[in-house]
């Protein structure tokens, strides 16, 4: 299945269920002091959750761009980690809870008419004193017990470690899916169940919220490749063209496991990231947004000169990255010639 049919069809499923598909929000949240880029696609829903406006709806489904630095490290040497991706996302302000949230996920995965995949190779995750999201994958599901894993407070529950640490406000426990691939187990889902309000210190400093909400996260590009049985999410449809112009441009051949493979994969990743950035008029720079880009050019710069390349090669890719995205964002494809003079510049002045 291709990544753009697995996108549409997570979205059409969702509003089969009721869900109002809402575009994803712009990359660069102005109107959120709190962080640079928007990191999940509970962001432009992050008002509502916290009781500061009211919607005119109670589920939605998304497809959200993200941006996360925290594994930068990782990106380019893992097979999932990215600094760009794309977010799917069912969500439930005081409407339906963990019941349907988890029976729906199973139905999507496992489904004929949706992804077909194979229930046998499938399991789950729970916070350890969630009896009830046990239950229902146990005995309504029919997940065999060995199958659904009870974890602690720094893995089942959002945000980590809440009960024992805070933030105080918001959290919940939260279940993670995973399917087993020839190369090992990847976590495609994650089911937030946001029921408590965290009041001060434990014990007893969880509070029963009156509306409880669903917010949920499915990695797309790492579903796609679960889909299309390869190894790495930088072998799915839309971002193995990437890597392998990158190649092109830096006069060399993609071998996945060499040196050169890594650092190819950061460049495809990182010019990704950057080109989505720039569309939104984010100036590489030392602050906030624009130092985050800069760096993240940078790396890749280095990767390239690290492979022989003398002269600016990054804003060659730009084209490539509008014509992957095309399909969900047609318009990178208006901005190329600007985000390309930008990119050059960066790559001209470093």
């Given at each position: 299945m291709k990544t753009d049919e697995l996108r549409e069809k997570y979205l059409t499923f969702f509003e089969s269920?009721?869900?109002?598909?809402?575009?994803?929000?712009?990359?660069?949240?102005?109107?959120?002091?709190?962080?640079?880029?928007?990191?999940?696609?509970?962001?432009?829903?992050?008002?509502?959750?916290?009781?500061?406006?009211?919607?005119?709806?109670?589920?939605?489904?998304?497809?959200?761009?993200?941006?996360?630095?925290?594994?930068?490290?990782?990106?380019?040497?893992?097979?999932?980690?990215?600094?760009?991706?794309?977010?799917?996302?069912?969500f439930s302000f005081g409407d339906y809870f963990k019941r349907e949230a988890i029976h729906w996920a199973w139905e999507f995965l496992t489904s004929q008419r949706?992804?077909?995949?194979?229930?046998?190779?499938?399991?789950?995750?729970?916070?350890?004193?969630?009896?009830?999201?046990?239950?229902?994958?146990?005995?309504?599901?029919?997940?065999?017990?060995?199958?659904?894993?009870?974890m602690g407070e720094d893995e089942n529950f959002w945000p980590a470690n809440a009960p024992s640490q805070g933030p105080d406000g918001v959290c919940g426990p939260c279940s993670e899916i995973y399917y087993e691939t020839p190369w090992g187990k990847v976590e495609i889902w994650n089911l937030v169940f946001t029921q408590f309000n965290r009041v001060g210190p434990p014990p007893n400093n969880l509070r029963p919220l009156p509306s409880k909400n669903i917010d949920t996260g499915m990695g797309l590009e790492r579903t796609a490749a679960v889909l299309q049985n390869v190894e790495s999410n930088f072998h799915i449809d839309i971002l193995r063209p990437l890597v392998e112009a990158a190649a092109e441009v830096c006069g060399t051949s993609y071998d996945p496991a060499s040196d050169y493979g890594r650092r190819l994969r950061r460049i495809a990743d990182h010019i990704r990231a950057c080109a989505f950035a720039i569309h939104e008029n984010v100036t590489p720079g030392p602050n906030k947004q624009g130092y985050v880009i800069r760096r993240?050019?940078?790396?890749?710069?280095?990767?390239?000169?690290?492979?022989?390349?003398?002269?600016?090669?990054?804003?060659?890719?730009?084209?490539?990255?509008a014509d992957v995205m095309k399909v969900p964002y047609p318009e990178l494809g208006e901005t190329v010639g600007r985000v390309s003079a930008v990119i050059k510049g960066e790559e001209e002045n470093f």
């Open positions: 269920k009721g869900c109002v598909r809402r575009p994803s929000d712009v990359l660069v949240p102005r109107w959120d002091p709190s962080v640079l880029f928007t990191p999940a696609g509970m962001n432009q829903f992050k008002d509502h959750f916290l009781g500061r406006c009211k919607l005119e709806f109670t589920r939605a489904t998304t497809c959200q761009k993200c941006l996360r630095t925290g594994d930068i490290e990782n990106v380019g040497r893992t097979a999932y980690h990215h600094t760009f991706f794309e977010m799917l996302g069912n949706w992804l077909g995949l194979d229930p046998e190779r499938l399991s789950a995750t729970v916070y350890v004193d969630d009896e009830e999201a046990a239950a229902i994958w146990i005995e309504e599901i029919g997940l065999p017990p060995a199958k659904v894993t009870r993240l050019l940078r790396r890749a710069v280095l990767d390239g000169n690290r492979m022989g390349m003398k002269d600016p090669f990054l804003h060659r890719l730009v084209p490539v990255v």
